[in-house]
């Protein structure tokens, strides 16, 4: 049985990892798919301390992971098809058919983005809609592309995008950014990018690849095409809290409810990061949630033993 079990491998994960197993826990980590989470898709992270010049997500990812490795965290990459909650040993049913016992749990799963609603946007995946500008703005070069989201994510991912495209088109459906000064400055000066303001996504266009985005305007009610082959959403995340909805507390916005100590609403669960009900997502706000969760733990399990 373990002390410790952490699911998800993105900065909470990793950083409750550390400090779980630096702290001399038997604990061990269970992710999907890749470890770094949203981070790795993340082109340069300019905001995280100690990084002066920034830092490419894919990077910060693998140091974290490296970082947690040195203090003896074992990864597994395993999806996790259920958890059960409500005894005092909580129990995790991977995909593979194993079962993992563990007296504490952190949950770090993340979050997802966020989608339009509009039709045809799962059918047009990997042909012209796609979530993450870093994985395949790249396959854009010399051709118009679109982003939908006015903050940081967004504009962001314009002035990335920015580096291939021929022409960027910033979606937003207010008459203003939400995104940092800085990025926004940065975004006003790259002459490639062109902000449609007080619109949202209509609809698709194109048969078997996006050729096109229809945009109307909020207040007027007009249409208008853009003409691209690529429309980049980024208008927020969802928490991924599918598999402890019903166990655990959460907010309107399907967020798990933690305490300052990042411990949920059953005892010897904690969550950490995107996940979890917080006022700020960010990278370095997720590796504090991960260190605080996993101290938590490691309280939760000498309270046990005393």
Known sequence: MLDIA???????????????????????????????????????IDNYPGFADGVEGFELGMKLEQHAARFGLPVEYAGVARLSLSDDVKRIELSDGRTVETKALILAMGAKPRTLGLAREEELIGSGVSYCATCDGA???????????GGDTAVSDALYLARFASRVYVVHRRDALRAAKVLQEAAFREEKIEFVYDSVPEAFCGEIAVEGLSVKHVKTGSLRMLAVSAVFVAVGIVPE??????????????????????????????????????????????????AVAATSALDYLAQLRS
């Open 241 to 290: 809290t599918a598999l402890v909805r019903g166990q655990v507390e959460l907010d309107a916005a399907g967020a798990i409810v933690t305490d300052a100590q990042m411990r949920c609403s059953v005892p010897g669960v904690f969550a950490a990061g995107d996940i979890r009900n917080t006022p700020l997502r960010q990278v370095v706000t997720a590796c504090a949630d991960g």
């Open 139 to 149: 396959f854009f070069k010399d051709r118009p592309v679109a982003v939908v989201g």
């Open 6 to 44: 952490i699911i998800g491998g993105g900065p909470a994960g990793l950083s409750a990892g550390l400090y779980a197993a630096r702290g001399g826990a038997n604990a061990a980590l269970y992710e999907a798919l890749f470890t770094g989470g949203q981070a790795v898709k993340t082109h340069r």
